[in-house]
C-alpha cells in the first residue's frame, strides 16, 4: 500500500506546479509583448490570435465545426461559438419574422469592410406581430427580473457584509438556502454538505497559518 500523502506534501508539490504555471505565463506575455513592440501591433490582439491557434478546432467534429460539442472537452476552438452564435441569431429572427432587427449590427459590419448575405431563411410564425407583441412583453418581464437581481447582487450583499452577517460572496447561497428552508425543501443533505466543506477550508487556512501540515 502506498504511502498517503500528507497535507505538506500536496501543498508543496502543488506550489511547485503553480511556479512552473506562473512562469509560462511569464515568458509567453513577454513573447507577446516585444513582438507588439516590433509589429507595432496591440498585444490584446497577439493574446487572442494565439488562443485562436491553440484551441482550433477542438472540441468539434472535423467536418462539422458548427455541430455539437463533445461535452468532454473542456477548451474548446475560441472561435467557434461566436460563429454559432451568430447562426442561431439569424435562425432565431428570421423565424419570427423580424430580421429587420439584424439590420443595425450587418450594417455596422458592412462599415467595417465585411458583408454578409444571408439566404433561405423563413418565417415560421403565423402572424409576425401578435408574437413580437409577446417578445415585447417578455423584454419587460425581463427588465424587472434584471433590476430584481441588482437589488441582491449589489444591494444585500454589500448589506450583508457591513452587518457581519456574510461575506457578500456568500450571501446568494445563503439566501437561496433560507428560501428552500422557508419553502420547506429538502435541505439536510445541503447543509450538511456545505458545513462539510466550510469546516474543510476552514481547518486548511489554519493548517496553513499555524503550519501544522505534517
Given at each position: 500500500m502506498?504511502?498517503?500523502?500528507?497535507?505538506?506534501?500536496?501543498?508543496?508539490?502543488s506550489y511547485e506546479t503553480l511556479k512552473e504555471k506562473r512562469l509560462a505565463s511569464k515568458h509567453m506575455n513577454l513573447v507577446a509583448s516585444?513582438?507588439?513592440k516590433m509589429q507595432k501591433i496591440e498585444k490584446p490582439i497577439l493574446?487572442?490570435?494565439k488562443d485562436?491557434?491553440?484551441y482550433r478546432g477542438a472540441g468539434y467534429?472535423?467536418?462539422?465545426?458548427?455541430?455539437e460539442k463533445d461535452p468532454q472537452e473542456k477548451f474548446p476552438d475560441r472561435v467557434v461559438p461566436t460563429f454559432k452564435k451568430l447562426l442561431q441569431i439569424v435562425d432565431d429572427l428570421y423565424a419570427i419574422g423580424k430580421e429587420d432587427m439584424l439590420d443595425i449590427y450587418l450594417d455596422a459590419l458592412k462599415a467595417k469592410g465585411i458583408e454578409l448575405k444571408i439566404t433561405g431563411k423563413q418565417?415560421?410564425?403565423n402572424d409576425v406581430d401578435e408574437t413580437w407583441q409577446a417578445v415585447e412583453n417578455m423584454s419587460g418581464f425581463q427588465t424587472t427580473i434584471c433590476e430584481l437581481a441588482d437589488e441582491i447582487n449589489f444591494g444585500a450583499t454589500q448589506v450583508a457584509e457591513d452587518i457581519n452577517f456574510t461575506p457578500k460572496t456568500e450571501f446568494k447561497g445563503v439566501l437561496?438556502?433560507?428560501a428552500k428552508k422557508v419553502e420547506e425543501k429538502e435541505i439536510d443533505d445541503k447543509y450538511q454538505d456545505t458545513v462539510t466543506h466550510l469546516t474543510m477550508t476552514e481547518t486548511a487556512y489554519t493548517d496553513v497559518y499555524d503550519e501544522n501540515l505534517k
Open positions: 502506498s504511502k498517503q500523502t500528507t497535507p505538506l506534501e500536496l501543498l508543496e508539490e516585444d513582438t507588439a493574446i487572442r490570435c485562436y491557434l491553440h467534429a472535423a467536418g462539422d465545426i458548427l455541430g418565417c415560421r410564425v437561496n438556502f433560507y
